[in-house]
C-alpha cells in the first residue's frame, strides 16, 4: 500500500539549495567568460572548455541521483505530488537537450576558437542557464518542502551518494570547492561535517589550496 505519511520531523535539506548556489554561479559567469576568449585562442579555450564539462557533468550527476532515487521516493509518499514530479523529470529533459548540445559545441570550440563557435558556446551556455534557473527555483520552492516532510534523513543523503558515486575521484576536491566557496560558516561547517575525519583535514587545506588555484586559472 502506498504512503502518504510524513516523516516524524522535518529534515534538513539545505544543503541541496548551496549546490544548487554553485551551479547559479559557475554557469551564471560563463558565458561572459567563454566570450572574453580572444579568436584563435585554443589553450584558453581548453581551459574554459575543461572546466565547463566538469559543471555539465557535476549537473548531470546531480540529476541522475534525483532521477533515480528521489522521485520514486516522492511518488510512492505523495500522490498529490505527481504531476509536479512529472514536471520535474519534464524540465530534466529540457535541461539535458541544451547539455547534449553544449558537449557538441566545446569540442568544436576547443579545437578552433573561432568567433561563431565562441557565440554558439555562449549563446548555448545562457539557454541551459536560463532553463535551469526555471527548474531550480520551482524545485527549491515546491520539491524541497516536500521531500523535507516524506525523507528520513538515510534517504536524503542517499541522493547525493549516488552522483557523488558515479563521479571521478579526481573531480570532487573541484566540485566540493565549487560548493564550499560561498558557503556561510554555519554552511561550510556542515559541509565540512559529513565527510570522514582524515578527508575533512585535506578539504580545509590541500584541497582548498587546489581549488583556489583552479579558480585563478579558470576566472583569469
Known sequence: MTSTTSTTAL??????????????????LAPR?????PAGDTARAAVLAAHLRLCLEGLHLHHTGEDDVLWPVLLERSAPGAALVARMEAQHEQVHGHLDALRTALDRWEAEARPAVTEEVAAGLELLVAALLEHLDEEEAEILPLAARRL??????AVGRHGMAHMERSQLPILFGMVLE?????????MLGV??????VLAR???????????????G
Open 11 to 28: 529534515i534538513d535539506v539545505s544543503d541541496m539549495v548551496v549546490v544548487h548556489r554553485a551551479f547559479r554561479r559557475e554557469l551564471g
Open 33 to 37: 567568460l567563454v566570450r572574453a576568449v
Open 182 to 190: 560561498e558557503c556561510s560558516p554555519a554552511e561550510r561547517t556542515a
Open 152 to 157: 528520513s534523513r538515510a534517504e536524503w543523503e
Open 205 to 219: 587545506t590541500v584541497f582548498a589550496w587546489r581549488y583556489r588555484r583552479y579558480v585563478r586559472r579558470v576566472r
Open 195 to 200: 565527510l570522514p575525519p582524515p578527508v575533512r
